[in-house]
């Protein structure tokens, strides 16, 4: 983790000019200017200065509120014998392997649409186990930690998930779906303050901002992509990042961090997702870290009522993806997700799409935006879920890109 600032707008805004070179370290909350405006994601109109930029935006991010993750440790995929023939196609399960011996595998479920060869892949993390997201005897049992939740009232966990995950209807329209327990990378596990399960102590992040679950969550979505990306049963060069609300976060994270990912389409994914930190509607950062503190770096909660302080918000994770496709999606009715400030997110972002060539968002006269351009955000009625329907949105925006 590097300790300094490049000069750029904060060290305008602290020192009132940054006198050549870099300034200062990252102050702390107390020391950085309270700005109640989001700042610009944008410090110039070159493009050729937006790699820069995207790094030291990088670092913002990992130090004030995710967390820094290790050097990067390329996984290796084993895929189990036989492959299965589920409904709409085939199932494969592989075992990623990454970092030292000891650390849990990722067991990647890779369900195949038949008759596509090289199918692009929609990437999601899911909450209870492979097992969960169909009612089939055959896929293995997660033996990963799992929340209560995840089981019915007789304590069955098989199938739990399939409604949110109509994994017949995305293989009938051309995709396979890449999917992972969460738990195999990071249990979501709110009393685990020192980072004491999953990854963690097997691959332990010095200086300053120790990884939270999130980005602990984004670094295993990236070593399913280490196999994604060179394996023959799908496209690697076509995978889109999916997730719903704290899932919707690693999707947007996880894109914004590792550029092999094509698109992101983070869905209700609230505060310390696509939503401003500085928005007066929804989740504040006292809420989220009050009840999910392992999801961030520790300093993350110094910004509760302190959001003016930030000096970056989650416009800038936004941006990083850019010019790739981003599509974010709200519920009509979901409050706590944000959607308005979601939305204004989106529009502060979108600078940096078109500074790279990209058309970005293309507003329409209704208010609504194209959802076939390379940036766009939209709701759909109802409130906080995942149903089979925003599939179709999903795979229609995907549709649009790929
Ligand atoms: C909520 C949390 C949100 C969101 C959500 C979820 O309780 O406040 O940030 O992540 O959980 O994941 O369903």
Redesign the pocket.
């Known amino acids: 983790m590097v300790g300094r600032l490049a000069c750029g707008w904060l060290a305008v805004a602290l020192l009132g000019g940054c006198g050549g070179g870099e300034t200062e370290a990252f102050p702390p909350v107390d020391e950085l200017p309270s700005i109640l405006d989001p700042p610009p994601v944008l410090e110039s109109a070159s493009a050729d200065d937006w790699s820069a930029r995207r790094a030291e935006i990088a670092e913002l991010l990992d130090h004030y509120v995710y967390g820094g993750t290790p050097e990067s440790v390329p996984a290796t995929g084993t895929e189990a014998a036989p492959i299965l023939d589920v409904e709409g196609g085939r199932y494969v399960e592989v075992t990623v392997r990454y970092g030292p011996a000891a650390a849990p595998p990722i067991v990647l479920g890779l369900f195949l649409p038949e008759g596509v060869s090289r199918s692009p892949v929609m990437l999601a993390l899911n909450k209870c186990g492979n097992h969960s997201l169909t009612t089939d005897p055959r896929i293995p049992e997660s033996t990963a930690w799992a929340a209560e939740s995840c089981a019915d009232e007789s304590g069955e966990t098989r199938g739990a998930r399939a409604s949110l995950f109509p994994v017949a209807r995305i293989l009938e329209r051309g995709y396979a779906l890449a999917t992972f327990h969460e738990s195999d990378v990071d249990p979501d596990d709110a009393s685990d303050r020192d980072r004491s399960d999953g990854i963690h102590p097997h691959l332990p992040v010095e200086g300053d901002a120790p990884w939270g679950t999130l980005a602990a969550w984004a670094y295993g979505v990236s070593r399913a992509v280490d196999y994604l990306e060179s394996s023959s049963l799908v496209d690697g060069a076509r995978i889109a990042t999916v997730g ?6 690693v999707a947007l994270l996880a894109a914004a961090r590792d550029p092999r990912i094509a698109m992101a389409i983070p869905h ?6 696509v939503t401003l930190s500085r928005s007066d509607g929804g ?1 504040s950062v006292m ?2 870290t009050l ?2 503190p392992h ?1 961030f770096t520790p300093g993350f909660a110094d910004f509760a009522g302190e959001e003016a302080r930030l000096p970056l918000d989650q416009h800038f994770l936004v941006a990083m993806v850019a010019p790739r496709p981003l599509l974010a999606v709200d519920g009509v009715d979901d409050f ?2 944000d959607p308005p400030g979601a939305r204004r997110s989106i529009e502060l972002a979108d600078e940096v799409w078109e500074l790279l060539g990209s058309e970005g968002a293309v507003e329409l006269g209704d208010g609504t935006f194209d959802l076939t351009a390379d940036l766009a955000w939209t709701t759909r009625p109802g409130e ?1 879920s995942m149903v089979a329907s925003d599939w179709e949105i999903f795979l229609d925006f995907a549709d649009a890109h790929f």
């Open positions: 719903h609300s704290r899932r919707g976060k209700q994914s609230g505060t310390g997702g989740e809420a989220i009840f999910f999801w706590w997700a906080h």
